[in-house]
């Protein structure tokens, strides 16, 4: 997923939400966002972004980069996200 894709997905959702990274079952809080030209990375960390910190963010980074999440230093492309009542899982 691109960074403006995932801008456009979630425009008026409530911005309190928190991110987390839903990976095989396990729900872990994404806090850190690291840009370079073509790549954005949200890595794992203690304690999650709320989505109005997360859009914020984001606003630096170019629309067209692909959004990323490192965890344990693997690193995987954003393909999606659901929301779970006041979460937001990316996967």
Same mark, same amino acid.
């Given at each position: ?5 995932? =801008?456009?997905?979630?425009?008026? !959702? ?13 729900? !872990? ?5 690291? =840009? ?12 999650? !972004?709320?989505?109005?910190?997360? =859009? ?10 692909? !959004? ?24």
């Amino acid at each position: 997923m691109r960074v403006g894709d995932f =801008q456009s997905c979630t425009f008026g !959702l409530e911005p309190n939400l928190g991110i987390f990274f839903e990976d095989d079952k396990k729900i !872990l809080p994404l806090s850190f966002l690291h =840009q370079s030209e073509t790549i954005t990375t949200i890595s794992v960390s203690k304690k999650p !972004l709320k989505l109005h910190e997360l =859009q914020y963010g984001l606003n630096f980074c170019p629309p067209d980069s692909v !959004l990323k999440i490192e965890n344990e230093k693997n690193i995987q492309t954003v393909f999606g996200f659901r929301r779970v009542e006041k979460y937001l899982y990316l996967r």
